[in-house]
């Protein structure tokens, strides 16, 4: 069965960058669209970033011009660069892809971001 780590989280300053990755290890043919989630305490898991296998995405309005999600099919890995971050962006970050083999969304186990100073 596929499943989503993910890696990069950690403390920031604002205005710094980090650059979060999601491996889907045990997908023998890949996963379909893929997106980054977060929840800040208290608040809803809401979406950030996504895109499609052939590389079309979307932006939360939040992160547009900030974060970049990108993927590579080849070697099952999905990234979201995030730039000029905010307190605001404080958040566990998951990584969800289709699963086409189950039909059904993967969720990884989530990677804190905290932007303080």
């Known amino acids: 069965q596929v499943r989503l780590v993910e890696s990069g989280g950690g403390l920031v300053q604002p205005g710094g960058s980090l650059r979060l990755s999601c491996a889907a290890l045990g997908s023998a043919f890949g996963l379909g669209s893929m997106s980054w989630y977060r929840q800040a305490p208290g608040k809803q898991r809401d979406l950030v970033a996504a895109i499609t296998r052939g590389g079309n995405t979307n932006y939360a309005d939040s992160v547009k011009g900030r974060f970049t999600i990108s993927r590579d099919n080849a070697k099952n890995t999905m990234n979201l660069q995030m730039n000029s971050l905010k307190p605001e962006d404080t958040a566990v970050y998951y990584c969800?892809?289709?699963?086409?083999?189950?039909?059904?969304?993967?969720w990884g186990q989530g990677t804190q971001v905290t932007v303080s100073s």
């Open positions: 969800k892809g289709w699963d086409y083999t189950r039909n059904i969304d993967v």
